[in-house]
């Protein structure tokens, strides 16, 4: 339906500027298109039939009709963000006077704090040494992802050329194709020196740095899975994934330096407040340890 509506080809020019001109992810391009389309579709049910009929009760409208669908607060937030920067857009083609999304706010949502492992937890994860093509594979994988704070799609993109090991750096494109180069530690270096050794044995296809068994470039869904088990294999409590290492680099870092702008740049952050989160995780690590420790901490005790 939303596919034949007059409001598609709006959306389509505006797809072309953020793949073109923003140079978005196609993750997030993604996101966008499937938001628009699902706004489409809604504001078929309302007979609206250009977007300058889109108006502040509309829109209103539109967020009640998501929320009664059962989309979560996250998820409206993202679907009114998405038509938020696409109104934005025309307001600048000139095809519309005034943005009417802009006064329309979101239900506010519960702060999702991202979990992470202690240092002992990811020395434990760390602790195997075989002496294997895909084991030493995983191996250095796991420990470039917490040496450098990776995102996923960051390694499993990284080539042969991206590695400075001289300078133990690695060079990464992150989040709309922003490049920066990255310290991963000495043990991380190791380890991809003693990958590389093994990395020809698979006969690589291509300049990629982490291979399948069948010497293609390793996709992320199989990062995933080789992560989740080896956290099964070496008895860690807690699901082990990508991102957890991520955090776990970030909260670690942190909790060492105190230094948020190194992190954010780190991690490669646009904004500072995205980083912020992790003062969070910081002060409750404080706090726990305040209640156990001080004497006078016996909150709800009495």
Same mark, same amino acid.
């Given at each position: 339906m939303?596919?034949?509506?007059p /409001?598609?080809p709006?959306?389509?020019?505006?797809?072309r500027?953020?793949?073109i001109?923003?140079?978005? *992810?196609?993750?997030?391009?993604?996101?966008?298109r499937?938001?628009?389309?699902?706004v489409?579709?809604?504001?078929?049910e309302m007979?609206?039939?250009?977007?300058?009929? !889109? +108006?502040?009760?509309?829109? $209103?409208?539109?967020?009640a009709?998501?929320?009664?669908d059962?989309?979560?607060? *996250?998820?409206?937030?993202?679907?009114?963000s998405?038509?938020?920067?696409?109104?934005?857009?025309?307001?600048?083609?000139?095809?519309?006077?005034?943005?009417?999304?802009?006064?329309?706010?979101?239900? $506010?949502?519960?702060?999702h !704090?991202?979990?992470?492992?202690?240092v +002992?937890?990811?020395?434990?994860l760390?602790?195997? +040494? /075989?002496?294997?093509?895909?084991?030493?594979?995983?191996?250095?994988?796991?420990?470039v992802?917490?040496? @450098?704070?990776?995102?996923?799609s960051?390694l499993?993109?990284?080539?042969?050329?991206?590695? +400075?090991?001289d300078?133990?750096e690695?060079?990464v494109v992150?989040?709309g194709?922003?490049?920066?180069r990255?310290? #991963?530690?000495?043990?991380?270096?190791s380890?991809?020196?003693?990958w590389?050794e093994?990395?020809? !044995?698979?006969?690589?296809?291509?300049?990629?740095?982490?291979?399948?068994k069948?010497?293609?470039?390793?996709?992320?869904?199989?990062v995933?899975?080789?992560f989740?088990?080896?956290?099964?294999r070496?008895?860690v409590?807690?699901? #082990?994934?990508?991102?957890?290492l991520? &955090?776990?680099? @970030?909260?670690?870092?942190l909790?060492?330096?105190?230094?948020?702008?190194a992190?954010?740049?780190l991690?490669g952050h646009?904004?500072?407040?995205?980083t912020?989160?992790?003062t &969070?995780?910081?002060?409750?690590? /404080?706090?726990? #340890?305040?209640?156990?420790a &001080?004497p006078?901490?016996?909150?709800?005790?009495?």
């Amino acid at each position: 339906m939303s596919l034949d509506s007059p /409001l598609t080809p709006a959306v389509e020019d505006f797809l072309r500027y953020l793949k073109i001109e923003r140079q978005l *992810s196609p993750l997030t391009q993604k996101n966008y298109r499937r938001q628009l389309m699902a706004v489409i579709a809604l504001a078929a049910e309302m007979s609206v039939m250009a977007w300058r009929d !889109l +108006d502040v009760t509309r829109v $209103r409208a539109l967020a009640a009709r998501s929320r009664r669908d059962g989309l979560q607060a *996250s998820s409206l937030a993202l679907r009114l963000s998405a038509l938020r920067s696409l109104l934005d857009w025309l307001v600048r083609q000139g095809e519309l006077k005034v943005n009417p999304a802009k006064s329309v706010t979101t239900p $506010r949502s519960g702060r999702h !704090l991202p979990k992470n492992m202690d240092v +002992d937890e990811v020395s434990q994860l760390l602790n195997f +040494d /075989l002496n294997d093509p895909l084991s030493v594979r995983d191996r250095t994988m796991l420990e470039v992802m917490y040496g @450098a704070g990776l995102r996923l799609s960051e390694l499993v993109g990284l080539d042969t050329s991206h590695l +400075d090991l001289d300078s133990g750096e690695v060079w990464v494109v992150g989040k709309g194709s922003k490049e920066r180069r990255l310290p #991963v530690g000495t043990t991380a270096v190791s380890w991809l020196q003693h990958w590389l050794e093994w990395r020809e !044995l698979l006969e690589p296809e291509d300049n990629a740095l982490f291979l399948s068994k069948n010497g293609g470039r390793l996709s992320a869904r199989s990062v995933q899975k080789r992560f989740a088990q080896w956290g099964v294999r070496q008895q860690v409590s807690s699901h #082990v994934h990508p991102h957890k290492l991520r &955090h776990s680099f @970030a909260t670690h870092m942190l909790e060492s330096s105190g230094d948020l702008r190194a992190v954010q740049e780190l991690l490669g952050h646009a904004n500072l407040t995205t980083t912020q989160i992790y003062t &969070h995780l910081d002060f409750q690590h /404080l706090a726990s #340890v305040y209640d156990a420790a &001080h004497p006078r901490a016996k909150r709800g005790k009495s």
